[in-house]
């Protein structure tokens, strides 16, 4: 069954660096998203991704987030400079109707 | 806007039924959603409903829709360990491509 993956599974950085987590979509799909989990917390929206461009974000998603589609196959976000409230889950999803997710990417800022 | 509320802790027997709850506050939300956590896992689509249906079935979940009160629940019949998770009730408002919001999950312990 085709599944959403992501890597890596644990990215531990220091504050003020750039991130890049990784997701690999369900190759057919054509919406992809990006959430977020801090620890105790609901699980947040941060962005949908549609046809090449941001549909949607939300306030957590500010000048700081970046995604892109580089190829067809791979979606990334990018945190440029990171900061300890960044640590969290982060979970990518894709969906053609109903969202399928990735097993996450934990980070972790110090 | 959107929110999703649900109790944090359930436990239960093996072999017992299990029911998990959630309120919603959107009542337009087209879709309902359970999702499934295990430990260091993601988080995986369990089961959902169109907003206007009021009950689904499927093997030992059965999912109960009150529109009217905006209350969802999960009924999992016969609760094994390995249903022993977290799960978490969520929206969709609109069309396909909207977002999920989320509950902030129950822990289902199941005790042998």
């Known amino acids: 069954e085709p599944e959403v993956t992501q890597t890596p599974s644990h990215q531990v950085t220091q504050m003020g660096q750039e991130v890049i987590l990784r997701c690999v979509p369900i190759?057919?799909?054509?919406?992809f998203y990006w959430y977020r989990q801090i620890l105790g917390q609901k699980v947040e929206f941060l962005v949908s991704?549609?046809?090449?461009?941001?549909?949607?974000k939300s306030e957590i998603f500010d000048d700081q987030f970046s995604v892109e589609r580089p190829d067809g196959s791979n979606f990334t976000l990018k945190i440029r400079s990171t900061k300890l409230e960044d640590s969290a889950m982060y979970f990518c999803?894709?969906?053609?109707?109903?969202?399928?997710f990735g097993p996450g990417t934990r980070l972790t800022v110090l | 806007g959107e929110d999703v509320e649900q109790s944090l802790f359930l436990s239960v027997r093996e072999g017992d039924s299990s029911v998990i709850n959630c309120t919603y506050t959107?009542?337009?939300?087209?879709?309902l959603y359970w999702y499934k956590q295990e430990p260091g896992a993601g988080l995986q689509l369990l089961t959902y409903?169109?907003?206007?249906?009021d009950m689904k079935q499927d093997q030992r979940l059965t999912v109960l829709l009150n529109k009217k009160d905006k209350h969802l629940s999960l009924r999992i019949a016969d609760t094994q360990t390995g249903d022993s998770a977290i799960y978490f009730c969520?929206?969709?408002?609109?069309?396909?491509?909207?977002?999920?919001?989320f509950g902030i999950g129950t822990k289902l312990q199941v005790i042998p």
């Open positions: 999803a894709s969906s053609l109707g109903e969202q399928f």
């Open positions: 190759s057919n799909h054509l919406y």
């Open positions: 991704f549609y046809n090449n461009e941001i549909s949607e």
């Open positions: 959107d009542s337009s939300s087209t879709y």
């Open positions: 409903i169109f907003s206007n249906m």
């Open positions: 969520a929206e969709r408002v609109g069309g396909g491509y909207q977002k999920v919001t």
